[in-house]
């Protein structure tokens, strides 16, 4: 069945350097993949998304990267601050039809000050 | 603007009694779902309504497992009877929709039950 596989299942970085997180999926169909912050015990926020018909979007420090004939794409955090600490999400869907949308294991996040 | 709207918080059930949340999505979000989060793990989808119709239920655990979104606004998810297995958040989603426009795909969370089967 269709799949999200989300690396690293952990990340530790240095205040101030850069975080990446990768995603691949399975579903040929898929055309939109955004990005959920879950800090804990609270609830996922979308951060980010990209459609399929564009190759990157950047929001401030954050910025995401798509590359449908490879089926993956990447989260990018720069200039990482302590409250980017967190769980990352990444998901990906299709709105053709019966809708799928499955979301990655997760990326916990660490900033080290 | 009121964010997504989910009850009770936190649920402590023993094993085989009935459970059941509640969940009041974003004003005029015709899309909602609901998912089970395991700990550490990502949001599975158990069930997405487009308006008051089950449009994807195919994770949803049909044998014990059961919702409904009576006038396609507010919802309910019920487990009867509950097990041990059953431990997790449940989380409530809403969108404006899922045609292909602007920001219809953008799902609101709610704040999530947190269900305990002893």
């Known amino acids: 069945g269709e799949n999200v596989e989300q690396h690293p299942s952990t990340l530790s970085v240095q205040e101030g350097d850069s975080a990446v997180i990768k995603c691949t999926y399975s579903?040929?169909?898929?055309?939109?993949f955004p990005w959920y912050k879950q800090e804990l015990g609270k609830r996922p926020q979308l951060i980010i998304d990209i459609r399929s018909n564009v190759g990157e979007k950047k929001d401030q420090r954050i910025a995401v990267t798509l590359n449908k004939t490879a089926k993956h794409f990447s989260l990018h955090i720069t200039e990482t601050q302590p409250e980017d600490s967190a769980v990352y999400f990444c998901?990906?869907?299709?709105?053709?039809?019966?809708?799928?949308?499955?979301f990655g294991s997760g990326t916990r996040l660490s900033i080290r000050p | 603007e009121a964010g997504v709207v989910q009850s009770p918080r936190y649920k402590i059930i023993e094993k085989k009694q009935p459970v059941a949340f509640w969940c009041n999505p974003i004003s005029g979000h015709n899309t909602l779902y609901w998912y089970r989060q395991n700990l550490g793990q990502g949001p599975e989808l158990l069930i997405r309504?487009?308006?008051?119709?089950?449009?994807?239920d195919s994770q949803l655990p049909k044998d014990r497992f059961s919702a409904e979104r009576l006038k396609g606004v507010d919802s309910t998810l019920k487990i009867q009877p509950a097990e041990l297995g059953d431990s997790a958040v449940y989380l409530c989603?809403?969108?404006?929709?899922?045609?292909?426009?602007?920001?219809?795909?953008?799902?609101?969370f709610g704040p999530g039950t947190r269900l305990t089967v002893t």
């Open positions: 989603a809403s969108s404006l929709g899922a045609e292909w426009t602007g920001s219809s795909y953008e799902q609101y």
């Open positions: 998901a990906a869907s299709s709105w053709a039809g019966a809708s799928k949308i499955i």
């Open positions: 579903d040929s169909a898929s055309n939109y």
């Open positions: 309504y487009e308006n008051e119709e089950a449009v994807d």
